[in-house]
Each structure stands twice: as C-alpha cells, then as structure tokens.
C-alpha cells in the first residue's frame, strides 16, 4: 500500500467522524494515466480471466452498480440490479476501496457490512462472516472502522474475484 494512502488513512482515523482532510474534498484515486482497459492496475494488480464478471468488468470486488464514480451499468447480476463496469482495474479498485471506507464512516459492525456486502438469497452469508472473521481477526461486532480498510479490501477482492492483491497497489 502506498505510503501515502496509508498516511492518509491514519489521518482519517484521528480526525472526527465525517471531517474531511484540510484541502481535500475527493478521496485519492489508484487511476493510472492511461484511461484505457487495463488488465494490470498499480502495483501488478491482476483479476484472473476465471472470475469473468470481475474480469470484463475490472470490478474485482463484483460490486453491484450504484451510480459510482466512473462507473457505468454493466451485466444483470443473478439476483437484482447490475454489476458496475469501471475503465480500469483501478478504478474498481479505488470503487472498493470507497465502499469500505464510506461504510466504516456509516458505523457498521464487520458483521453488518458484509451482510449487506454479501445478502441472504444470493450468497452464504454465515460462511462470507466467518472467512472476514478469520482473514481480519476480527468479531462480528467488531465496529469496521476499527479495520484497516486495506486489509478489508484484500479480502474482499480475492474473496468476490480471486485477485490477489500485491503489498503495495
């Protein structure tokens, strides 16, 4: 993980709850210059072609399509809505990243976000807790603020897509 985006996140958990960073209004992006389909994103950052929708839809954590930045409508998911489609491999990985924080700023337990993350119906949640669980050394009730969000987006992208993330992205 990049020094800064670390340092970064120190700040963050110093500052209050839904206090921004003096200049700062955007959350830092991993978008490399290249705005074109990358298969790499920062770092070597590569989504197996197994994981098809994460793949074509450089979305390695299969997020569903919430009107994200730089994101359009991608496929039908299964069970409702769509999948989000980025440009780039970091694009969804900035997309990621930006969920697990905005939802440790909304308060949720470890337990809450990933039901929410992974809902009943279209996925084993109990076992999708227990993986978290066991990957982040956390409890369920565990508030996800108290998570290094780097760690939370690692699990979730080789979880959703099997895309192993490097030490630094």
Do not use: C, W
């Not at 999948?83 to 780039?88: G, I, L, N, V």
């Not at 990957?135 to 099997?162: C, H, M, N, Q, T």
């Amino acid at each position: 993980i990049p020094r800064a985006l670390r340092q970064e996140y120190e700040e963050a958990k110093k500052r209050g709850k839904g206090e921004k960073p003096a200049g700062k209004s955007e959350p830092r992006s991993f978008n490399m210059e290249d705005d074109s389909r990358a298969e790499y994103g920062a770092g070597g950052t590569v989504i197996p072609e197994t994981s098809r929708i994460a793949f074509e839809h450089n979305n390695p954590g299969n997020l569903k399509f919430a009107g994200q930045e730089g994101a359009e409508q991608g496929e039908p998911a299964s069970d409702e809505g769509h999948f989000a489609r980025f440009k780039t491999v970091d694009a969804g990985m900035e997309a990621l990243r930006a969920q697990v924080l905005k939802d440790s700023e909304r308060g949720l337990s470890v337990e809450e976000f990933i039901t929410k993350y992974a809902p009943p119906g279209s996925n084993d949640t109990a076992t999708y807790i227990a993986q978290a669980m066991e990957a982040l050394k956390a409890r369920p009730g565990d508030s996800l603020a108290e998570l290094d969000p780097y760690d939370v987006v690692r699990f979730i992208a080789k979880k959703e897509s099997g895309t192993e993330l490097p030490d630094q992205y």
